[in-house]
Nanobody, 124 residues
Framework: QVQLVESGGGLVQAGGSLRLSCAAS????????MGWFRQAPGKQREFVAA????????SYANSVKGRFTISRDNAKNTVYLQMNSLKPEDTAVYYC?????????????????WGQGTQVTISS
């Protein structure tokens, strides 16, 4: 059983930065893709970014491309999301997840383990 714990959320002004972390614990080293999703009030959970185990393949949602950077430290079973130039529309609960395979996927249905989420609020 894999457990994911996110941290790093908070309240910042527009234009600011935050770095989210997601630490995975479990019986084995995670070699599947990992991703970040977010869910704003009244909206569906949406893809933000994902990365393969090697880090060689990365995908971003168009809305965050050029502002957010995903990375992972496999020795620590941890994935990060560096968020710069934050906008009020980035406000949401951010979730990390472990994919059900090695490839980067954009659909929530392709992720098997989820964290509890961390709130990110951007003030204008």
């Amino acid at each position: 059983q894999v457990q994911l714990v996110e941290s790093g959320g908070g309240l910042v002004q527009a234009g600011g930065s935050l770095r989210l972390s997601c630490a995975a614990s479990g019986p084995t080293l995670i070699t599947d893709a990992m991703g970040w999703f977010r869910q704003a009030p009244g909206k569906q959970r949406e893809f933000v970014a994902a990365i393969t185990w090697s880090g060689h393949i990365i995908s971003y949602a168009n809305s965050v491309k050029g502002r957010f950077t995903i990375s992972r430290d496999n020795a620590k079973n941890t994935v990060y999301l560096q968020m710069n130039s934050l906008k009020p529309e980035d406000t949401a609960v951010y979730y990390c997840a472990v994919g059900t395979g090695a490839a980067v996927r954009l659909d929530v249905r392709d992720y098997g383990y989820w964290g509890q989420g961390t709130q990110v609020t951007i003030s204008s």
